[in-house]
């Protein structure tokens, strides 16, 4: 029997794999099962395993530092990786180990039969001369495609230009472009809960995305890839320039089919934009800069449809200022803990900035990024929190990319902040008694000394206007208010119990003046000093 470990940080899938395998009708037997990389590496050393079963992120040790450290253990083990399409680019990482078998959540019970299978083959010995030569060409494509990404990742690098060349793109990149051809970068942008796209169905549209392209589009192309970037598919292509006017119908052709076809994302907005064309290599990056452009452009003219050579236009005169006028009122609300105020800053800087001449959609993803780190930079500086602080960042940023309008992006705007502002409000509530407790006791400890708030508040470490909020939201009184009924209280005690001057009594509890003294506990108690130890003083 061929011995099996599953390394897997989710309990749920680890469970699935093992009950998805009838084991002893493969030949093989369960041998444990790991959470993370550094368990299956004890595993493999007390169990001498033949097939590992490992996702490839996992806490600890990843899976490809597990296959690194594993082959080193026992060099003939095999491996079977089991990846979301989100990383799967990282499983070509493997291909040096000689990993080749890659399963793609979610698991499908045949493939995951198919694939043992062969791996058992391989151990035994009966693997065929043709299914070496199609796991041969199977490590070759990943490498080649692998290389062929990095296209991508050039265009996106503002110092890659130089090496936009067809001796480059063909001869290290694996292209096949020849002299002479134009090139063009298209974008499928996908728009959408947050939920429904990044779910089990995005694989999915994603290979029916790139199918459509190879049936369509890539008829009229000399080479052409493709690249999945957060929620959009991004396309180079390369194309003979008789081709240009029937490439294009064959765009919106491609465009109309997807939508009409999809049945996955009942929610998504599509949007497909097409760059410049380029009449060489070294143009693509504009190309892809007006792509780009045109999909932050569908924020203002509308998303849902077809869009090219959209004119690349200069940032709206004025936008930077809307942004730090809205960082400023953020910082005004913050002073004074008031949610309301934060929001009518967003909403007002967002009302604004919509009106402006020439504003662009980029300028308002621009402005709401600016917005929200100041905002979260003004957490920082006050030191507040709230629930999921770290993560809300990238959460922020990732929701942001799949709305398709800009009254979506404000309103987005405008809601985070209003819940992340709740949301500190009530961690307020459940830890702010701890430093108000310590500063009544302050008060009562040195009411006779001329104390301030900011005496205080430097010693708990918060900004003076934050500390008087909350110590009034805490206490109902001001600092100033509290203080004095502290010593109002002090001196109706002294007043009742001994036979001190109002001059001592003044002294004894912070003032220095006798009239204001008077004045300040006539305020309180409705008589002067005097009269009140009369009252007091009778029968004494």
């Known amino acids: 029997m061929l011995k099996v470990i599953i390394a897997d940080d989710e309990p749920k899938v680890a469970l699935l794999i093992q009950n998805l395998v009838d084991w002893e009708g493969l030949g093989m037997a369960l041998a444990g099962i790991a959470r993370n990389g550094e368990e299956a590496l004890e595993l493999i050393r007390q169990h001498d395993p033949d097939v590992i079963i490992t996702d490839i992120r996992m806490p600890v040790i990843g899976g490809i530092e597990l296959i690194s450290a594993a082959k080193e253990i026992k060099p ?48 035994l010995g009966y693997a065929t001369i043709q299914s070496e030569h199609e796991r041969v060409r199977q490590i070759e494509s990943d490498m080649k495609r692998s290389k062929r990404l990095e296209l991508f990742s050039l265009l996106m690098d503002p110092g890659g230009r130089p090496l936009l060349t067809t001796e ?12 002479g051809c134009c090139y063009r970068f298209v974008i499928f942008k996908i ?11 995005l694989p999915v549209f994603t290979e029916k995305i790139r199918e459509a392209f190879h049936k ?19 396309f180079v292509l390369g194309f003979p320039p008789e081709n240009k006017h029937a490439l294009r119908d064959a765009l919106r052709d491609v465009f109309d ?53 959209l004119p690349v236009r200069e940032s709206a005169r004025g936008a930077a200022s809307i942004g730090r006028a809205a960082s400023k009122g953020l910082e005004q609300a913050m002073d004074v803990m008031d949610p309301d105020a934060a929001d009518r800053a967003a909403k007002e800087a967002s009302a604004s900035l919509s009106k402006l001449d020439g504003l662009t959609g980029k300028d308002v993803l621009h402005f709401a990024k600016t917005v929200y780190d100041a905002w979260l930079i003004l957490c920082q500086r006050y030191d507040v929190t709230f629930p999921g602080a770290e993560k809300l960042r990238a959460e922020f940023v990732r929701e942001l990319d ?10 987005m705007l405008r809601r985070t902040i209003r819940e992340s502002f709740s949301s500190i409000l009530e961690n307020i ?4 008694g701890r430093p108000v407790t310590r500063a009544k006791q302050y008060i009562k400890d ?15 470490g918060f900004n003076v206007s934050y500390f008087s909020t909350l110590f009034k939201k805490e206490t109902g009184q001001t600092f100033s208010e509290y203080l004095t009924g502290v010593r109002m209280d002090e001196a109706k005690r002294l007043l009742k119990e001994t036979n001190l001057s109002i001059a001592q009594i003044c002294r004894s509890v912070g003032y220095s003046d006798v009239k204001h003294f008077t004045a300040v506990f006539r305020k309180s108690s409705g008589v002067k000093p005097s009269e009140y130890r009369k009252l007091y003083s009778w029968g004494r």
């Not at 990482?93 to 062969?118: C, H, M, R």
């Not at 809960?193 to 169905?201: C, D, L, R, T, V």
């Open 216 to 234: 369509t589009v890539m008829p009229l192309c000399d080479d052409m890839e493709m690249e999945f970037i957060f929620s959009g598919a991004n």
């Open 257 to 309: 089919d997807i939508r009409v076809q999809n049945n996955i994302f009942p929610s998504a907005v599509f949007t497909m934009v097409a760059g410049s064309i380029a009449e060489g290599p070294a143009g693509l990056m504009d190309s892809w800069l007006s792509a780009e452009w045109s999909v932050y452009e569908r924020l203002l003219i509308g998303a849902g449809s077809f869009y090219e050579n």
């Open 446 to 460: 040195r009411y006779s000394e001329n104390i301030s708030i900011g005496d205080i508040a430097d010693q708990e």
């Open 168 to 179: 480059n793109l063909n001869g290290n990149l694996s292209y096949s472009f020849p002299k």
């Open 429 to 432: 509530d459940e830890v702010s």
């Open 76 to 123: 003939s083990l095999e491996f079977v990786i089991i990846s979301g399409y989100k990383h799967f680019d990282y499983a070509h990482s493997a291909i040096k180990f000689g990993v080749s078998d890659y399963l793609l959540k979610p698991i499908n019970q045949d493939e995951l039969a198919s694939t043992l299978e062969k791996v058992k083959g391989r151990i």
């Open 191 to 201: 728009d959408g809960p947050a939920g429904e796209i990044y779910s089990e169905g």
């Open 402 to 411: 799949l709305l398709s309008s800009a009254s979506d992006v404000y309103a």
